[in-house]
């Protein structure tokens, strides 16, 4: 399970094995570690105990902090999980040369597919119920797909090369799956296409707290499969940006993150603000609890199921594996 820690007040505290929240006003909580996958602390009013700290790292239990936005600013977890260095020399080499290039194309066919499978998985219900919407998705399939043709064409000698093309095919595949979201998510939420930080609408409010913790996520699993997460390929490198952790979430995006936001605000659901204008705590906690919702939920990979979570780290590891010149990275696509 993964714990959420969003009242001000709060305390963590370690108790023999097992994790205490206490709470002035609430009734004290534990959980045992050997159950516990990951800690996210979502307020700036909290106190962790380093015995707390502690217990986390022994049990490989990684704590991530988030700010208001849903960017993850710190992460308590053992040094000792990312102590590997041959992969580490593999990721620098493979800029440099064609591998480089496969992996930034692996990460735009990843997103393309998932995004069409997500695109699918609506399209279900709205054939006879919102013919417009399914209009939009049905147009918007045949560009994704053609949009992955392009991506074999695509040939260079180092990512610096082909950088600007491969983010051209990338941009276009966006322009045709948010204008299919678009026409499925409620007038009243007044959707103005994909925003990035600084958006104020609730839709990509939402969304850009929601890939913030798939973010965390992802750079904790990138690190313990002993990869570098600012060291990327198709997203340049800049001190402070985890471009590794950018190139390697497009393919968990839609099926993670869209799909819980998409689903919620297609119920009813509508984020709250507090005075300063940033999602309410209960806003983030119901966000944040959505996403791991999500990596809990089981689809098939390799043949087999496994919770999302789970399915991140095999790809991490077959990421590292790959840089390695030791195996495959195969694309997944999130089941509809």
Known sequence: MNLVISERGTFLALRGERLQLRHPQQETQEVALRDLEGVTVTTTACTLSAE?????????????????????YAKFSS?????????????????????????????????????????????????????????????ALPRLTALEAELDGVQGGCIDEVRDVLLGIEGRGGVAYWGAVAA???????????????ATDPANMTLNYGYGILYAKAAGVLATAGLEPFAGFLHTDRPGKPSLVLDFVEGFRASVVDRAVIASLGRGWRPETDEHGKLSPETRKRIVQGVHDRLD??????????????????QARSLATFLRGEGEYPVFVAGW
């Open 52 to 72: 707390a700290v502690r217990a986390c790292a022994k049990f490989g239990v990684q704590i991530d902090l988030v700010d208001g936005l849903g960017s993850p």
């Open 79 to 139: 040094p000792y999980l990312v102590g590997t260095v041959s992969t580490r020399r593999a990721q620098m080499e493979a800029y440099l040369t064609p591998q480089g290039i496969e992996v930034a194309r692996h990460a735009i066919r990843a997103r393309l597919r998932n995004q069409a499978s997500l695109l699918k998985y609506f399209g279900k219900y709205r054939r006879e119920a919102d013919p417009q919407a399914f209009g939009a998705i049905q147009a």
């Open 184 to 198: 499925m998510l409620p007038g009243d939420l007044a959707f103005p296409g994909r925003l990035g930080r600084g």
């Open 297 to 314: 939920a089981r689809d098939t990979h390799g043949g087999k199921r496994y919770r999302l979570g789970n399915i991140m780290v095999r």
